[in-house]
């Protein structure tokens, strides 16, 4: 079998299209942009990278941009009184700190610092409780991206088998939320998960998310299962010097296995910023009291 190929970058383009249309009639009724704010502590490489595409993205969505670059050495103190002011600031309609902080930092101070309201991220602890019992609230942007591709690929997911390779508040155990409210029966494996191969053997639905490069061989997928790959490491590339990005999924193996699968790069990467702008567009309808409609986005 070769798998189909899960095209996260495509999915995503459509996504930023459909919250392009609702960000323009969100102004035209609210007579102001809805706005993000990101905030990036320090001069990490790829976090850079990645704040300057939400920016770009942002605004190519017609919605307002706020970007705050804070050097490596600003206090727990001076960040916190920055989330602060973005709190109070009403052009703002999403927060977003982007991770990881500088070792100084307390993470889970600042994001219990940002309005459940405007954390976007989905991180804050009402929203981890508002999704652990079913209440509207903010999910965060990679794990509900991965569930967008997951239910355009395969509709119904009710009574399938999945496994959440990974733990982590940002993925794993939102993700596992996520698929236990679409009724599927989930494991969720982890360092310490016995004969790992064999668990996630069992799984219709396989979602990798454990940081380490091309762990996941194809002779641990069961033949005709769905792979999304979360994974973005980079490894030495053939060149000398040079280096390219790999999942946590080993995609030639598992390609001749798998039903469907996320390439790396994109596939769930795209759909991160993408969602983002999803979550901070419905955050700008909600702070205005207007509706959005049913299912839009
Ligand atoms: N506050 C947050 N911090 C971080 C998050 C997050 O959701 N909120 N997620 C990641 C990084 N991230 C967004 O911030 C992110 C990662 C990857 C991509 C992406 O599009 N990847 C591309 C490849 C890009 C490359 O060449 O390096 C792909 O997979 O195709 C977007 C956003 C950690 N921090």
Request: glycine share 10%.
């Amino acid at each position: 079998m070769t798998a189909q190929l899960i095209d996260g970058k495509a999915f995503a383009e459509g996504l930023r299209e459909r919250v392009a249309e609702l960000a323009a009639a969100f102004e035209a009724k609210a007579g102001r942009k809805a706005g993000l704010a990101v905030v990036l502590v320090g001069e990490d490489p790829a976090s850079q990278v990645y704040v300057r595409s939400k920016g770009k993205q942002t605004v190519a969505a017609g919605m307002a941009s706020f970007e705050h670059k804070l050097p490596a050495e600003t206090s727990e103190a001076d960040l916190l009184a920055v989330v602060e002011s973005l709190n109070a600031d009403p052009a703002v309609d999403g927060i977003l700190v982007q991770l990881p902080l500088p070792k100084h930092i307390d993470e889970q101070k600042v994001i219990a610092t940002i309005s459940p309201d405007k954390d976007v991220d989905g991180f804050h602890v009402v929203n981890a409780g508002r999704l652990a019992v079913g209440l509207p609230g903010y999910v965060p942007c990679t794990p509900l991206g991965c569930l967008m591709l997951l239910k355009d690929k395969l509709g119904d997911l009710s009574g399938l088998d999945a496994v959440v390779i990974g733990r982590s508040n940002i993925v794993g155990k939102p993700m596992a939320q996520l698929l236990i409210a679409e009724s599927c029966t989930v494991t969720v494996a982890h360092s310490r998960t016995k004969n790992l191969p064999e668990v996630v053997r069992r799984a219709d639905i396989v979602i990798a998310a454990v940081g380490r490069p091309e762990m996941v061989k194809g002779d641990w997928i069961k033949p005709g299962a769905t792979v999304i790959d979360v994974g973005i490491n980079r490894v030495p590339g053939a060149e000398e010097g040079k280096t390219r990005l790999v999942g946590d999924v080993d995609f030639a193996g598992a390609s001749a296995v798998a039903g469907a699968i996320t390439p790396v790069p994109g596939g769930v990467g795209p759909m991160t910023i993408a969602v983002l702008l999803r979550n901070t567009l419905v955050s700008a309808y909600r702070a205005s009291a207007l509706d959005l409609p049913a299912g839009a986005i």
